[in-house]
């Protein structure tokens, strides 16, 4: 049979498959969506959330599933540009992290935090190498682990590889890290060399140093390559932090009851919150937390100070890099009575813990 003749039969499949990514994104409505999520049952926080094959869920609201083929094919709306100079990273030698005497919240861009207190160094999913798996960064900030004081402490929120990245946990092992994970997790760090790991389920503590780390629920996902990593067959979720302050560092979430639950429970100094990897909304918001939910949440979570995150380095999503910062300073310019609580910082850039 010649080629001209097999071409029918190759064109057939060709033409579904590319039809079928084509395909127009369901219909989302925001409003429709925020009603969705304060009517959820705060009591199902405390439910059971491993389902019968061992994999794990969110017992309060359940995630729809959508074909990414819709969103890789669908149109894509028009951003304002952004002045990198502006809003881009900044120089940051870290030299501060060895005066222990110096509390501070440093930002190194995605959900990479280093917290300095109670003479402790805190790494929240250190993403500080030039990939995540084969997903390479869109601007790459080297940071010098020799300015790092040995036994760091590294909280882990899930599996993703923009989250647990492999380099830089292998970069952290070498200074003596103790790591703290959800459950699932230590096996993979182990593998990686880690001495010292603490799997925690949601709910549970753990005391380092006068410093106690309690994992707490996310609105997210997890999935990695490996039979042992395959999807929500680890833990995920958000850390409370509470040493000479008490730090909420949310993980990846998307914008859920339990920010009201937390508040409720807590006094929270320091809220770091996602605000990144938000559009298309129809795809990523049960996930990502966008803007007004940032907003949102650090009043539901009544926090003295809230930091945004997770945008600055990578782009995984249809909004620019550096496009959550420009909202958000646009935003508290309408906000004026929350201008002196929310911290919106550059990569790079750190604050002195009051």
Not at 145 to 155: E, H, I, R
Not at 285 to 296: A, D, G, I, L, R
Request: net charge positive.
């Amino acid at each position: 049979m010649g080629v001209k003749k097999l071409l029918p039969f190759f064109a057939l499949p060709a033409i579904l498959f590319i039809t079928q990514c084509v395909s127009q994104p369901p219909e989302f409505s925001e409003a429709q969506w925020h009603e969705i999520t304060r009517s959820a049952d705060s009591e199902m926080l405390y439910a059971p959330n491993t389902a019968a094959d061992g994999t794990f869920f969110n017992p309060w609201l359940k995630q729809r599933e959508h074909k990414s083929g819709s969103w890789f094919f669908s149109k894509k709306k028009k951003y304002e540009k952004i002045s990198k100079t502006q809003y881009g990273s900044v120089k940051n030698d870290y030299s501060y992290l060895s005066d222990n005497s110096f509390d501070s919240i440093s930002y190194c861009g995605h959900a990479a935090v280093i917290i300095k207190m109670n003479g402790k160094t805190i790494f929240t999913d250190p993403f500080l190498s030039r990939a995540a798996f084969i997903m390479p960064k869109d601007e790459y900030i080297k940071f010098d682990y020799s300015k790092t004081p040995q036994k760091p402490v590294v909280l882990i929120s899930h599996n993703h590889y923009d989250h647990l990245d492999k380099d830089s946990v292998k970069k952290l092992i070498k200074k003596d890290a103790v790591f703290i994970v959800p459950l699932g997790l230590k096996k993979l760090l182990t593998s990686y060399g880690a001495k010292e790991v603490h799997e925690l389920g949601w709910w549970q503590s753990v005391t380092l140093d006068s410093v106690e780390y309690t994992l707490l629920p996310a609105q997210h996902w997890s999935r990695r390559l490996g039979k042992d990593q395959g999807s929500r067959k680890t833990l995920w979720g958000g850390y409370l932090i509470q040493g000479s302050k008490t730090v909420y560092f949310s993980g990846d979430t998307g914008y859920f009851i339990g920010f009201k639950e937390f508040g409720r429970f807590w006094d929270i100094d320091y809220a770091i919150l996602g605000a990144g990897a938000y559009d298309p909304r129809w795809f990523m918001h049960y996930s990502h937390m966008n803007v007004e939910e940032f907003f949102s949440a650090s009043v539901d979570l009544k926090a003295k100070y809230a930091i945004p995150m997770h945008f600055g380095v990578i782009s995984l999503s249809d909004e620019p890099l550096l496009y959550p910062l420009f909202e958000i300073k646009n935003a508290l310019m309408e906000r004026p009575g929350l201008g002196d609580r929310v911290i919106p910082l550059r990569v790079g850039e750190f604050i002195k813990i009051q």
